[in-house]
Nanobody, 121 residues
């Protein structure tokens, strides 16, 4: 499975972006999918995940602002990010696993290339 992340950009605080993770090679519906982010000088951090069943998980700092969803017909997972803050600035990666959805990047077999999100006025 190849994953392609897109949708990043420069946005002002309070703005919105929608990230997309498109799969090719195999159907995304067989994977649990997560979004991670890595800010400059920081470790890669789990942000949100969606199971094959559609159950979703978000870290506390993005609850109420971010939403993760999947469109199996389009083989895509989205991360809708609203009310963005400067501390959301990072490179965002999508990742997939046929195993258990985990907050650790070590359990993911498939990675997209990353898309830069910059929140700044």
């Amino acid at each position: 499975v190849q994953l392609q992340a897109s949708g990043g950009g420069l946005v002002q605080p309070g703005g919105s972006l929608r990230l997309s993770c498109a799969a090719s090679g195999r159907t995304l519906s067989i994977l649990n999918v997560a979004w991670f982010r890595r800010a400059l000088g920081e470790e890669r951090e789990f942000v949100a995940g969606i199971q094959r069943s559609g159950d979703t998980y978000l870290i506390e700092s993005v609850k109420g602002r971010f939403a993760i969803s999947r469109d199996n017909a389009k083989n895509t997972v989205h991360l809708q990010m609203d009310s963005l803050k400067p501390e959301d600035t990072a490179v965002y990666y999508c990742a997939g696993t046929q195993g258990v959805l985990s907050t650790s990047p070590d359990f993911y077999d498939y990675w997209g290339q990353g898309t830069q999100v910059t929140v700044s006025s």
